[in-house]
């Protein structure tokens, strides 16, 4: 009698632990969702970028860096004039990280008399190397964080390589930069 009552006893315990382990199984969480509605970014050029004026008797690079600060070294480049850093200011959510997009590529400054079938040196100077005055502490790339009113700006540099050919006349182009946030 005792061992019937024992292995019933028993039973009784495996039924309830199998019921109750598909219950202790299942378990509810709650997460939470979020969306954050950021103004939209607004990028002003305020400033072209301006080499100055140049004497050329040779080939040679000139840098301007986005401290309008200008590199003219080369003995047969003879730089003067004002030189201004391209400037742009930009709008956005404030204290948010804006990522600025520079060109990667080369930019041909032409002369008035270019004609792409008959031109070549003389009347085409590259501009590249593009470089930002605000950029990530970290990974080093171009970047610039808005203020508490969401306003922003930074400056934009290049180098230009003249290969000594160049005729006398004012080389003109365009470049786009923008942003979008970090």
Do not use: Q
């Amino acid at each position: 009698m005792t061992k019937t009552l024992r292995f019933g006893a028993a039973g009784i315990t495996m039924f309830a632990a199998l019921g109750m382990g598909t219950a202790a199984h299942a378990d509810t969480a709650t997460a939470d969702a979020s969306a954050e509605v950021l103004d939209a970014l607004v990028l002003t050029n305020t400033a072209a970028l301006d080499f100055g004026a140049m004497v050329v008797s040779g080939a040679g690079t000139v840098v301007l860096d986005p401290a309008n600060s200008l590199t003219c070294t080369d003995p047969d480049i003879v730089c003067s004039g004002t030189t201004s850093a391209a400037a742009f200011t930009v709008e956005g959510t404030a204290n948010k990280a804006v990522t600025i997009n520079l060109p990667t590529g080369t930019v041909n400054l032409r002369h008035p008399n270019y004609n792409a079938a008959t031109s070549a040196g003389e009347h085409t100077i590259e501009l590249d190397t593009f470089t930002s005055s605000d950029n990530n502490a970290t990974s080093g790339d171009p970047e610039v964080t808005l203020d508490g009113t969401g306003d922003g700006s930074f400056t934009v540099g290049g180098t230009i390589t003249i290969d000594g050919s160049e005729e006398a006349g004012l080389f003109e182009a365009t470049f786009d930069v923008s942003v979008e946030y970090s």
